[in-house]
């Protein structure tokens, strides 16, 4: 299947680079993953496409200020790393710019010697493997250092940092956001509780390799970066009820959905489970976790499009993207929604 079929115009203005003063006023497309028939709404009108019984999957995840600027060590070289994934212990997997200035061995020096690191080693794809060293608490030390690691198609700066995090954000370790989630207020999570429809979470840590393009000529020659996920006893307990009972299962993003579909892929029953994934889903794909999904519009030619198209099918999708574009949809993290039912 070759990666162009999932190629569109995307004129520039349409890409948001702020996001919308109150989270909910965005639009919302309804996609019908059967017909294709869309519809226009707001967000704040999602509780009307959602059912007594119905379960909405949310990823807790926390975003990391992950990106840290600093000096390498003898040479006073300016070095900006971005955390990707922990290792084990103090090390972990990074992004290094400029790369070619850190290998193994470097030194590199970030707030006045608040906090120091060593390069022990590569990884793929060009990433530093950098050990760390710091006094207290490292989350601490990085809240104090860090800045919050927006998409490099976000060209503003962001003046409250917690609108890239989700309102019910807690367990910290993402370089990016679970973006579907930045809808939801805390007023509209309980309208829909209200109405009788279930709220589980499940964690995601969203690495970058989610969002880059696809950069193999075929499909199924790209490979997907592991992504750490957990589910708790209870949110299983709760999915495998929804399930008995006739509810449907909607995952909030493709981070929810990738982690539901790993621990259900093989004979739909949900676990208490966590480990690695590198599930890549696209057109062909039989889903055995859930039967619609929250999500934003994505880029062209990303493993993104690539999942709602073995969803709703990519005739469908392509279609809905095309009258995105014409209706001035915005695109991306801070952009508009789609739900796919």
Same mark, same amino acid.
């Given at each position: 299947m070759k990666v162009e079929?999932?190629?569109?115009?995307?004129?520039?203005?349409? !890409? &948001?680079?702020?996001?919308? #003063?109150?989270r909910d006023a965005s639009r919302l497309m309804v996609l019908n993953k059967e017909n294709g028939e869309m519809k226009h709404e707001t967000f704040k009108q999602i509780s009307d496409y959602l059912n007594p019984g119905d379960c909405i999957v949310l990823n807790d995840t926390r975003v990391m200020p992950a990106r840290l600027f600093g000096m390498k060590d003898g040479t006073g070289a300016k070095i900006e $790393? /971005? @955390?990707? #994934?922990?290792?084990?212990?103090?090390?972990?997997?990074?992004?290094? *710019?400029? &790369? *070619?200035? $850190? *290998?193994?061995?470097?030194? $590199?020096?970030?707030?006045?010697? /608040? /906090?120091e690191a060593n390069c022990v080693g590569t990884s793929e794809h060009g990433g530093r493997l950098l050990n760390f060293q710091y006094e207290g608490i490292f989350y601490e030390v990085l809240d104090k250092l860090g800045e919050m690691p927006l998409p490099p198609y976000i060209k503003e700066q962001l003046d409250d940092q917690e609108r890239y995090q989700t309102v019910y954000s807690r367990e910290v370790g993402s370089a990016a &956001?679970?973006?579907?989630? @930045?809808?939801?207020?805390?007023? !509209? @999570?309980?309208?829909?509780? #209200? *109405?009788?429809v279930h709220i589980a979470y499940i964690t995601l840590h969203v690495g970058l390799g989610t969002f880059r393009p696809v950069s193999a000529d075929t499909v199924e020659d790209h490979e997907m970066h592991s992504?750490? %996920?957990?589910?708790?006893?209870?949110? &299983?307990?709760? /999915?495998?009820?929804?399930r008995e009972n006739g509810g449907k299962i909607i995952?909030?993003?493709?981070?929810?959905?990738?982690?539901?579909e790993s621990?259900?892929? %093989?004979?739909?029953?949900?676990k208490e489970e966590n480990g690695w994934t590198n599930i890549?889903? %696209?057109p062909g794909y039989q889903f055995s976790a859930i039967d619609g999904m929250l999500t934003n519009f994505h880029l062209p030619k990303s493993s993104l499009i690539m999942l709602v198209s073995a969803l709703a099918g990519r005739d469908h999708i392509m279609k809905a993207y095309?009258?995105?574009v014409q209706e001035e949809y915005r695109f991306f993290s801070f952009g508009d929604a789609m739900l796919i039912i």
């Open positions: 079929l999932f190629d569109f115009h995307l004129p520039d203005e349409l !890409i &948001a680079q702020t996001p919308l #003063k109150e $790393i /971005l @955390l990707l #994934k922990q290792h084990e212990g103090d090390t972990w997997e990074t992004l290094v *710019k400029p &790369a *070619k200035r $850190i *290998k193994e061995g470097s030194m $590199i020096s970030f707030g006045d010697g /608040l /906090l &956001a679970p973006t579907a989630g @930045l809808h939801f207020t805390k007023e !509209i @999570l309980e309208t829909i509780e #209200k *109405k009788g992504e750490f %996920y957990q589910m708790s006893e209870g949110t &299983a307990r709760l /999915l495998n009820q929804v995952a909030v993003g493709t981070t929810s959905t990738r982690t539901l621990i259900a892929k %093989y004979n739909g029953v949900f890549f889903i %696209y095309e009258t995105a």
